[in-house]
């Protein structure tokens, strides 16, 4: 008796442990998901002189096949066939044979295997463009530079381009800052990180030895961090802008001494 409850009690732990086994195994695909079901996938790069802002969410449809039902096989029930006793002779005449019967075998069903069912899709996916401001070489003199008096230039760039974005259900921040890179067309060079400003702050100027036009170029090179969930990261890749502007340059006025 004592072994028998013993038995039991193994078997009763033996079969608890089987279905908290099952049930776990059921549900790890869901522990092990993509991580982007809970919180939303984000990257911010930069392509072609644009902003690119993606965000994905959720793990998309899923196809699931229903479970193949097994073909049943219906049995046949076969009829017992009473054996004939043969005439003797002299009754051949008033007794006809019975003819035998042959029992026919019912064909099984065809297999159906049922098409598999789609999930609705569950995930979001967005990209958004982002363009940055263009940018205006401006100079003082605005009419005309004078050779040996220093020429002031700027643009008309902010020192800090800030924006937010939403994208699937979520806000992203978006923080830009220029460098600035000046060709005055005669074969001098100036990097900055300002944008220069105006008479009489002369933060940029240039003093040209000989009259003539010149091209001036100027670079705007972007590059920046954005935000989310907490987290600041550098966006990936750089923005280039170029603006020109065709200066002449005159000479002084002469002045005649006796």
Same mark, same amino acid.
């Given at each position: 008796?004592?072994?028998? /409850?013993?038995?039991?009690?193994?078997?009763?732990?033996?079969?608890?442990? +089987?279905?908290?086994?099952?049930?776990?195994?059921?549900?790890?695909? #869901? !522990?092990?998901?993509?991580?982007?079901?809970?919180?939303?996938?984000? #990257?911010?790069?930069?392509? #072609?002189?644009?902003?690119?802002?993606?965000?994905?969410?959720?793990?998309?449809? !899923?196809?699931?096949?229903?479970? $193949?039902?097994?073909?049943?096989?219906?049995?046949?029930?076969?009829? !017992?066939? %009473?054996? $004939?006793?043969?005439? /003797?002779?002299? &009754?051949?005449?008033?007794?006809?044979?019975?003819?035998?019967?042959?029992?026919?075998?019912?064909?099984?069903?065809?297999?159906?295997?049922?098409?598999?069912?789609?999930?609705?899709?569950?995930?979001?996916? #967005?990209?958004?463009?982002?363009?940055?401001? &263009?940018?205006?070489?401006?100079?003082?003199?605005?009419?005309?530079?004078?050779?040996?008096?220093? $020429?002031?230039?700027?643009? =008309?760039?902010?020192?800090?381009? @800030? /924006?937010?974005?939403?994208?699937?259900?979520?806000?992203? =921040?978006?923080?830009?800052?220029?460098?600035?890179?000046?060709?005055?067309? =005669?074969?001098?060079?100036?990097?900055? /990180?300002?944008?220069?400003?105006?008479?009489?702050?002369? %933060?940029?100027?240039?003093?040209?030895?000989?009259?003539?036009?010149?091209?001036?170029?100027?670079?705007? $090179?972007?590059?920046?961090?954005?935000?989310?969930?907490?987290?600041?990261?550098?966006? !990936?890749?750089?923005?280039?802008?170029?603006?020109?502007?065709?200066? +002449?340059?005159?000479?002084?006025?002469?002045?005649? @001494?006796?």
């Amino acid at each position: 008796m004592k072994n028998l /409850t013993l038995g039991m009690k193994c078997f009763s732990f033996f079969a608890v442990s +089987s279905l908290f086994l099952a049930q776990v195994i059921a549900h790890a695909p #869901d !522990t092990y998901a993509a991580d982007c079901i809970v919180s939303a996938c984000i #990257d911010v790069y930069t392509l #072609d002189g644009q902003i690119i802002i993606e965000g994905r969410k959720g793990s998309g449809a !899923t196809a699931s096949a229903a479970p $193949t039902p097994r073909a049943t096989r219906k049995a046949t029930v076969k009829p !017992t066939v %009473k054996a $004939t006793v043969a005439p /003797t002779p002299a &009754t051949t005449s008033s007794i006809q044979a019975r003819p035998t019967y042959r029992p026919t075998r019912k064909a099984l069903p065809r297999k159906i295997v049922p098409k598999a069912k789609v999930t609705p899709a569950t995930s979001l996916n #967005d990209r958004l463009v982002k363009l940055l401001p &263009t940018a205006e070489v401006l100079v003082q003199p605005s009419a005309q530079a004078l050779i040996k008096v220093p $020429t002031i230039f700027w643009c =008309d760039l902010p020192a800090v381009f @800030t /924006t937010k974005v939403a994208i699937v259900g979520e806000v992203v =921040d978006v923080t830009m800052k220029p460098s600035f890179l000046w060709s005055f067309g =005669d074969g001098t060079f100036f990097l900055t /990180t300002s944008a220069g400003a105006p008479y009489p702050h002369q %933060k940029i100027t240039h003093t040209y030895q000989r009259p003539g036009k010149y091209i001036v170029t100027m670079i705007a $090179t972007w590059g920046g961090v954005w935000g989310f969930n907490g987290i600041t990261r550098a966006i !990936t890749g750089e923005i280039r802008m170029v603006s020109m502007k065709v200066l +002449s340059v005159a000479a002084g006025p002469i002045r005649i @001494t006796q």
